[in-house]
T-cell receptor, first 112, second 111 residues
Framework: SQQGEEDPQALSIQEGENATMNCSYKTSINNLQWYRQNSGRGLVHLILIRSNEREKHSGRLRVTLDTSKKSSSLLITASRAADTASYFCATDATGGGNKLTFGTGTQLKVEL | DAGVIQSPRHEVTEMGQEVTLRCKPISGHDYLFWYRQTMMRGLELLIYFNNNVPIDDSGMPEDRFSAKMPNASFSTLKIQPSEPRDSAVYFC?????????FGPGTRLTVT
């Protein structure tokens, strides 16, 4: 079963708006990562946040992690049409080796 | 570096046939992962290797699936015999630590 569940499943916004995606997970983790997948392509790593971190920024991306609620959010600011893709969270469970468990994904559409 | 290379990119085969998917990881990466992605089940980890040794194959759906990694630069995922429900996109990924690098995938259609 999927460790991570993303919310919403689909999101449609206008260019320039912010997009927020949420991820919930079930077990203790070492870190949580976010990946992007463009249609017909492989996944691309975006950002990693460790279990002892609460917030991390990378360019227009902002990730938060709340281990007490077992949840994370990904914020994309000033979205662009090129941000249209599916976004997945992935967890590296404590004691799970380097194995990642991926969430169900959020399909983001950014319209001009 | 060329990234993770997968072949073929597309495979169409008939039920009962053997299918072999190939992966070349990024040089220097000591972890290799095989995933399957479908609309119904999302992205599932099938098996992963560390230093060419299979570590966890609990995601391999059944005995029809097998994977090998004879050396650090090559891995195969074999399905024999194939069934229509095996139709999916199969991804290979490699890593040295926690961040994984994915190949472009092989879209398998079994008719």
């Amino acid at each position: 079963s999927q460790q991570g569940e993303e919310d919403p499943q689909a999101l449609s916004i206008q260019e320039g708006e912010n997009a927020t995606m949420n991820c919930s997970y079930k077990t203790s983790i070492n870190n949580l990562q976010w990946y992007r997948q463009n249609s017909g392509r492989g996944l691309v790593h975006l950002i990693l946040i460790r279990s002892n971190e609460r917030e991390k920024h990378s360019g227009r991306l902002r990730v938060t992690l709340d281990t007490s609620k077992k949840s994370s959010s990904l914020l994309i600011t000033a979205s662009r049409a090129a941000d249209t893709a599916s976004y997945f969270c992935a967890t590296d469970a404590t004691g799970g080796g380097n194995k990642l468990t991926f969430g169900t994904g959020t399909q983001l559409k950014v319209e001009l | 570096d060329a990234g993770v290379i997968q072949s073929p990119r597309h495979e169409v085969t008939e039920m009962g046939q053997e299918v072999t998917l190939r992966c070349k990881p990024i040089s220097g990466h000591d972890y290799l992962f095989w995933y399957r992605q479908t609309m119904m089940r999302g992205l599932e980890l099938l098996i992963y290797f560390n230093n060419n040794v299979p570590i966890d194959d609990s995601g391999m759906p059944e005995d029809r699936f097998s994977a090998k990694m004879p050396n650090a630069s090559f891995s195969t995922l074999k399905i024999q015999p194939s069934e229509p429900r095996d139709s999916a996109v199969y991804f290979c990924a490699s890593s040295t630590a926690v961040e994984q690098y994915f190949g472009p995938g092989t879209r398998l259609t079994v008719t």
